[in-house]
């Protein structure tokens, strides 16, 4: 007789978005694998299933599984379906930008399903260690997808920088995790911030250097100055569609965890990492906005400008108030959509035997195809910050926050360097309709591009409009917290 295994549906159910997402990674490579001439359902698929676990995260019940090791909440779910949607939109461009530079498929989406699932565990990480599983789970995916394209040069150099400078950051938070286990005994992030408060520690030295460790390894993730400088060479040398999802959806996992361990578990020292997140976002705002003036290509510039954008999420987070975190997490969101959507442009122009990056290769378009054109328009307005787009609202609640909160001159700064931004995207915006094109570059709209930019467009302009169901979600998903 076989023995049967009773499951405790109680215990697995809380971890079923993940689980169902592995089932689909290796679905994927076995399709790959076994069933080659159906690589086309490949994309589909994916979205499919990631959609799937999208609803299954939106329609989670509140729970605490596994000791309080993994916590299911209204900011994990927040930040899970953010970055779902980004692996959503991401699949649905590579449907077109792969066939074009003839990038092998199978491993590709099983890869980026399987870093998703580390960005899930990293939402719902109430535990150092979780913590720590997810972020690797979802760096090592990501290692491979950026030296995958492996005729590029480029490609396997910065796929060995980003690992070298993640393998790093890596062991600065473990470096930093482990002074917090030494001081409080436990890698419960909850208990942490008990027992800070209980024993008194909030002025030790170690406690400190805890900290500024933690600081440094998390701003490595998210991209924040100085400790941004792997950013340009990685997002420039990586395929653009790998560059596009590497600035959304690992970003969004980063700052969920950054936001959660220091308001639930260093909310004590506010008063030592509230000014030094003030300044690390006044100096990330300067140096991407500033770096980008000078950039030839708009690959490049949108590597810098997503250095600039962290800055800007970090103003929510520095603020130390529950409106300054939801205010991060409505900015992260408006943020996949119009960063998500620029990229997709840049990749239209894209052919067989020319990436076309440079902002040379933007002249004109406007005239060769004006749709193309006006949604980068809308794209840009947004990165920019001009009403009535959704990047303008995203920026007034995190300055508005900021400023609640004190940081007076920070916002200023802020202020200053939204408006430095508009100099090299407006600049964009003058080459495609005020230059004469120099190359006959056609842009073919496949289903899932015109999918992708279809629901970029529509978030950018739909959160600039009504912004308010998605302030009233990032709100309510803090009750909990």
């Known amino acids: 007789m076989i023995p049967t295994v009773a499951i405790n549906w109680a215990v697995v159910e809380p971890i079923l978005p993940e689980l169902l997402l592995i089932g689909i990674g290796v679905l994927l490579i076995g399709l790959d694998i076994f069933v080659p001439r159906q690589r086309q359902v490949l994309p589909w698929l994916t979205v499919v299933g990631c959609l799937t676990t999208l609803a299954m995260v939106v329609g989670s019940r509140p729970s605490v599984a596994f000791g309080g090791?993994?916590?299911?909440?209204?900011?994990?779910?927040?930040?899970?379906s953010t970055c779902l949607a980004g692996v959503i939109l991401t699949t649905?461009?590579?449907?077109?930008?792969?066939?074009?530079?003839?990038?092998?498929?199978?491993?590709?989406?099983?890869l980026m399903v399987f870093s998703a699932v580390g960005m899930l565990m990293m939402a719902s990480a109430g535990d150092l260690m979780v913590l720590y599983l997810g972020l690797e789970l979802m760096a090592l995916p990501i290692y491979a997808l950026v030296g995958l394209h492996k005729t590029e040069q480029r490609t396997s150099e910065a796929a060995i920088k980003y690992f070298l400078m993640g393998s790093f950051a890596s062991a600065l938070?473990?470096?930093?995790?482990?002074?917090?286990?030494?001081?409080?005994?436990?890698?419960?992030?909850?208990?942490?911030?008990?027992?800070?408060?209980?024993?008194?520690?909030?002025?030790?030295?170690?406690?400190m250097a805890a900290l500024a460790l933690l600081i440094a390894g998390f701003c490595f993730k998210v991209a924040v100055a100085p400790f941004h400088l792997w950013t340009p060479d990685v997002y420039e040398g990586a395929p653009t569609v790998i560059t596009a999802f590497m600035s959304v959806s690992p970003k969004v996992a980063g700052?969920?965890?950054?936001?959660?361990?220091?308001?639930?578990?260093?909310?004590?020292?506010?008063?030592h990492w509230g000014p030094v997140l003030a300044v690390l976002a006044l100096l990330t705002m300067a140096v991407g906005n500033i770096t980008a003036l000078c950039q030839r290509s708009l690959k490049r510039m949108l590597a810098y400008s997503a250095i600039a954008h962290a800055g800007y999420a970090l103003l929510g987070l520095l603020a130390g108030t529950a409106e300054g975190l939801a205010a991060t997490m409505t900015y992260l969101i408006i943020y996949l959509f119009m960063n998500m959507g620029a990229f997709g442009i840049l990749m239209l122009l894209a052919t067989p035997d020319q990436p076309h990056e440079s902002l040379d290769d933007c002249k004109g378009l406007a005239s060769r195809h004006p749709l193309a054109a006006a949604m980068?328009?809308?794209?840009?307005?947004?990165?920019?910050?001009?009403?009535?787009?959704?990047?303008?609202?995203?920026?007034?609640?995190?300055?508005k926050a900021a400023f609640s909160a004190g940081y007076t001159l920070t916002v200023i700064g802020a202020v200053l360097f939204s408006a430095i931004s508009a100099y090299f995207y407006l600049r964009v915006v003058r080459y495609m309709y005020m230059s004469e094109s120099q190359?006959?570059?056609?842009?073919?709209?496949?289903?899932?591009?015109?999918?992708?930019?279809?629901?970029?467009?529509l978030g950018v302009l739909g959160f600039g409009f009504f912004p308010g169901p998605l302030l009233d979600w990032t709100t309510a998903a803090l009750a909990g917290m």
């Open 69 to 80: 090791m993994f916590l299911v909440d209204g900011y994990a779910i927040v930040f899970k």
């Open 92 to 110: 649905l461009m590579s449907e077109h930008f792969c066939r074009i530079i003839g990038l092998r498929q199978g491993e590709y989406y099983s």
């Open 173 to 207: 938070l473990l470096f930093g995790m482990s002074l917090l286990y030494g001081l409080t005994g436990t890698t419960d992030i909850a208990r942490i911030a008990e027992l800070i408060a209980t024993l008194h520690l909030g002025n030790n030295p170690a406690l």
């Open 255 to 271: 700052f969920a965890i950054f936001g959660r361990l220091l308001f639930l578990g260093l909310p004590e020292l506010h008063e």
């Open 376 to 399: 980068m328009l809308v794209f840009l307005f947004s990165l920019t910050g001009i009403p009535p787009t959704g990047g303008f609202i995203g920026k007034f609640y995190l300055l």
């Open 439 to 457: 190359q006959t570059i056609s842009c073919s709209f496949s289903p899932g591009m015109t999918a992708a930019l279809g629901l970029c467009l």
